[in-house]
């Protein structure tokens, strides 16, 4: 199995002769976010402003899900709906599609990847579709050819994001699921996870709920300080009051953040999107199937509960947060509530990726 090192000494004899034109975000608008979406009976990735104007707009093949957005070059990788079969890196200027990842026969893409630091790398997560067993793919991104992959080190891994040291961290789902019609076939002994894996693909941290709470799957990560805010699906009982926002730093035990207990079912037990502001200071979480959105502080304090049909996607710009909704909306959060901000006839789904 070839190792990232190896990958770049031989990027840096060679492989970077075929990198693609180096044309920047700025050269597109500057985009604050990227969004998919469905508009008419065509799917589609946008590039939208921070007052959630679209500055570009391209076609997908399919329903989307979450995108990866390449540190300076205006390259976006659009992911297939879970479970898929492709990822699309797309030229943001022209709208071509540069090239179509497809995962090894058995493996199926799970709906987000990351860029290292320097952009060299993108990791796709990825599941053996027997199984569900967890797996991290690796593509250099001078022609975007799949060079190694990782072990997730868990079950169903969805989320993954680089902190800003190079470690990456996972949100292993701990979900089996059927490769053909998402059925769910392991949730009574499902055990989600958090697994900090070193630049080089190590494994150096890796935690799990307790006992009690091994139904909570973890979906969606938020950088929060040196950790993350994660969010979380109660697979378990639908009467029981579960926390659907948790914290971690590495080294240390997760932190569940529940609301008080007037508003433990506001959520459903779902959480879809979750967002951090750049100051650390306020967290959003999202649920589509409940139709509210909820406020937190940096520390997992709830502050507020603000009711928005289907809202889903989440993001940080600067201090403030934004939110998509599957009407189209696009709205500013924070302590004054929820701020129309936009409408596209594009109606969103899941997820709100920010550049920054």
Request: aromatic letters at 6%; glycine letters at 12%.
């Amino acid at each position: 199995m070839a190792t990232r090192r190896a990958f770049l000494a031989g990027l840096a004899s060679g492989l970077s002769a075929a990198s693609l034109p180096r044309v920047s975000w700025a050269e597109v608008g500057s985009p604050a976010f990227l969004a998919a979406g469905k508009l008419g009976d065509d799917f589609v990735l946008h590039g939208l402003s921070a007052a959630g104007d679209s500055l570009f707009e391209i076609g997908l093949p399919a329903r989307g899900h979450a995108a990866a957005a390449h540190p300076s070059q205006a390259l976006a990788v659009a992911f297939a709906r879970r479970p898929g079969t492709f990822a699309l890196v797309l030229d943001c200027l022209t709208g071509v599609t540069r090239h179509r990842l497809t995962p090894p026969e058995g493996r199926q893409f799970n709906g987000h990847g990351a860029f290292s630091m320097d952009g060299s790398l993108l990791m796709t997560s990825e599941v053996v579709a027997e199984g569900s067993a967890g797996r991290i793919g690796l593509w250099e991104t001078a022609a975007f050819t799949r060079i190694a992959e990782w072990d997730s080190h868990g079950i169903g891994p969805h989320d993954i994001r680089r902190l800003a040291d190079g470690r990456i961290v996972v949100a292993n789902g701990g979900i089996e699921t059927d490769p053909g019609d998402r059925t769910k076939l392991n949730v009574d002994v499902m055990r989600p996870n958090l697994s900090l894996l070193s630049p080089e693909g190590a494994l150096l941290d890796q935690v799990e709920l307790e006992d009690a709470l091994h139904q909570n799957s973890i979906r969606h990560l938020a950088l929060l300080g040196d950790g993350v805010a994660f969010a979380m699906q109660w697979e378990g009982d639908p009467f029981e009051p579960v926390a659907q926002l948790g914290l971690w730093v590495p080294g240390a035990a997760p932190v569940l953040c529940p609301p008080p207990d007037d508003q433990a079912y506001a959520m459903k037990g779902y959480a879809g999107s979750i967002a951090v502001s750049s100051a650390s200071d306020l967290i959003a979480l999202t649920s589509a199937p409940a139709g509210v959105v909820m406020l937190f502080n940096g520390a997992g304090q709830w502050l507020a509960t603000d009711q928005r049909a289907d809202v889903s996607g989440a993001a940080a710009v600067g201090d403030d947060l934004r939110l998509t909704d599957g009407q189209g909306g696009v709205w500013g959060y924070g302590h004054a509530g929820l701020m129309p901000l936009s409408r596209n006839a594009t109606l969103w789904d899941n997820h709100l990726i920010a550049l920054a």
